[in-house]
């Protein structure tokens, strides 16, 4: 087929089946190890989309994450990692997955190529435009989220879009496109292998710059992460020695006191220093 996409095009890779262990995971890797190189050459486009996230949600808007399969649940994922990272609400990064959660483990069957299924999905968060709506696809032609984006533009939303083919339908649609092309997968359109890599690095790209741009990071440390089990606990212990210099004891003490890395800095810096 003369314009097939690129993440539908044949592997460069022939009989898989007779090729050894050692020599499927070296050309499995040797695919990976292009992903960040493609993601280099479109960081002028993430820098619009961060940038622009970065400006709704310091005026109090919501970044929104839609998507459908591994794209879907790879928005979830970035979603879900926010609020114990950054100790940020549930509400203020939102993902959500054709089909509902239940698609986050087995497939919902039609979920997909329903148009009208992402702005119902979106409208029970009471999305404005406020808020910033990214859709997520690594083909750029998958129904949920180009439906999803194209009601969010007739309310004034704006979107962003991460896919893996050039000039795709989602691209032409969304305000601050991100096309990251990492050519054929090693197992013809498997998708979830070097798209959904180049996916889940984006999404880590902008989550992360986001929330240090909103204050969320200090130094190099995630200062107001939820401390939900010891490990955290342990790390936000380790934090307040370095940054005030104290001894463990100390350092446990002023944190089960005021329940937080960044309070205990923020009380108590000028006084160890």
């Not at 020599?23 to 190890?33: C, V």
């Not at 998708?191 to 929330?211: D, E, F, H, P, W």
């Not at 002023?254 to 810096?269: I, P």
Request: charged share 25%.
């Amino acid at each position: 087929m003369k314009n097939k996409p690129t993440t539908e095009q044949s592997s460069n890779y022939n009989n898989l089946e007779k090729m050894d262990t050692f020599e499927l995971l070296s050309n499995i890797n040797a695919e990976d190890k292009t992903v960040p190189l493609a993601i280099e050459k479109v960081i002028p486009s993430i820098e619009k989309l961060v940038n622009i996230i970065y400006a709704k949600m310091k005026d109090g808007g919501r970044l929104f994450y839609i998507g459908a399969g591994t794209s879907g649940r790879l928005g979830v994922l970035d979603a879900s990692e926010c609020p114990p990272t950054y100790g940020v609400s549930d509400n203020w990064v939102i993902g959500l997955i054709a089909g509902g959660d239940i698609a986050l483990r087995k497939a919902v069957e039609n979920a997909e190529d329903d148009t009208t299924l992402a702005w119902k999905d979106l409208q029970e968060y009471n999305i404005t435009d406020k808020d910033v709506l990214v859709g997520i696809a690594a083909s750029g032609t998958t129904p949920y989220v180009i439906g999803g984006l194209q009601r969010a533009k007739q309310h004034n939303i704006t979107t962003g879009c991460i896919t893996c083919n050039k000039n795709s339908p989602l691209s032409h649609v969304a305000e601050y496109p991100i096309e990251i092309v990492v050519g054929p997968e090693f197992v013809t359109g498997s998708t979830r292998m070097k798209a959904g890599t180049a996916q889940k690095l984006v999404l880590n790209m902008i989550s992360t710059s986001v929330m240090i741009k909103l204050g969320r990071v200090k130094d190099n440390k995630m200062v107001h992460m939820q401390l939900s089990n010891t490990k955290l606990v342990n790390r936000g212990v380790l934090m307040l020695m370095d940054e005030l210099l104290i001894d463990e004891d100390l350092a446990s003490m002023l944190l089960e006191k005021h329940k937080s890395v960044k309070n205990v800095l923020d009380l108590y810096k000028s006084e160890f220093l």
